[in-house]
């Protein structure tokens, strides 16, 4: 493959893994158990880095969810698992970060009806061991003054720098937005953005993509459902570390029905500072919809749209 074309994951964000679950038990905890999966259909979410690829999985059969994450590593050309969490409340979904092979981040938010609790772990050898840094339950929003968040996205662009998108409740897609950042690793966390700052997409009630390439660069793309037709993809940049963000303009597919009702983003990566991808789902009234591979190689000035191509 060419260096400098950025990887499309074979299934973009979120990946659905239809095997059966080991049955290692539920979680520890009052009224965990019952609440929790013991096993069932695997949904999981991969990441790559250059050659090096994760995954991290959690059990979800239609409503009901399991109470542990399974972090896995592409190694010789199978999928080793390396490490499993258990957590105290069902896990809707988890999100993993890693700036190298060794240093990196993983995310897991509750299932709804639960308190908004996101947990942030951090690893230094690769995921073999994982230590946590981040209740949400112990966290009070300044966007909303309340405890609790429910985490969306979180990326790290190096050992110091990384961010947490937020909202207030899963699902939710009016509910008040929050932006926080950690300046040394994870350790401490502060809003940098509330819905103020945020409201080109407060309307969303789809997986928001986030990606930085700089302590101060970073890109955010949208989803969501239009109440008429004529959806377009939304892509906004930020230049002071996630303080305030500005939309970029992207090309309209030249291919497919001239109306979309709807848009998901799917992928948000970039390889390196000027080499970036972008995955959107179109769909149209009454369609399946199209995947559309966005790409740039000048650090997002410009960007061309194409039907993807694995």
Request: net charge positive.
């Amino acid at each position: 493959m060419n260096a400098s074309r950025p990887r499309l994951i074979s299934s973009p964000s979120t990946t659905r893994f239809y095997g059966a679950a080991d049955n290692t038990g539920a979680a520890s905890g009052s009224g965990a158990a019952a609440a929790c999966l013991r096993s069932g259909p695997m949904t999981g979410s991969i990441l790559r880095l250059g050659s090096e690829q994760w995954q991290v999985r959690w059990i979800e059969d239609g409503p009901s969810l399991g109470c542990e994450v399974e972090v896995e590593r592409y190694v010789r050309g199978r999928w080793t698992r390396i490490q499993t969490l258990r957590t105290k409340t069902p896990v809707d979904f988890a999100r993993l970060s890693f700036i190298n092979p060794r240093d990196g981040w993983l995310m897991v938010t509750s299932g709804p009806g639960y308190p908004s609790d996101t947990s942030v772990y951090r690893t230094e050898n690769g995921g073999r061991s994982w230590s946590q840094q981040l209740s949400a339950t112990k966290w009070r929003s300044a966007a909303w003054g309340q405890k609790g968040f429910f985490g969306d996205q979180i990326a790290f662009v190096d050992a110091q720098d990384g961010w947490i998108f937020a909202s207030q409740l899963p699902g939710a897609g009016s509910a008040p937005k929050e932006l926080m950042r950690s300046r040394d690793g994870g350790a401490h966390w502060s809003m940098v953005a509330d819905s103020q700052a945020l409201s080109g997409y407060i309307g969303t009630d789809q997986p928001t993509q986030m990606a930085f390439t700089t302590p101060e660069i970073g890109w955010i793309a949208a989803s969501t459902d239009a109440t008429s037709p004529g959806a377009t993809a939304y892509l906004y940049r930020t230049g002071d570390g996630g303080r305030t963000w500005a939309p970029v303009a992207l090309p309209v597919p030249s291919t497919g029905p001239k109306q979309w009702i709807a848009y998901r983003a799917q992928q948000l990566t970039f390889e390196r500072p000027s080499d970036g991808l972008l995955v959107y789902r179109f769909i149209p009234a009454g369609g399946f919809g199209r995947t559309y591979c966005y790409t740039t190689h000048d650090g997002g000035r410009g960007w061309t749209v194409a039907i993807c191509r694995n």
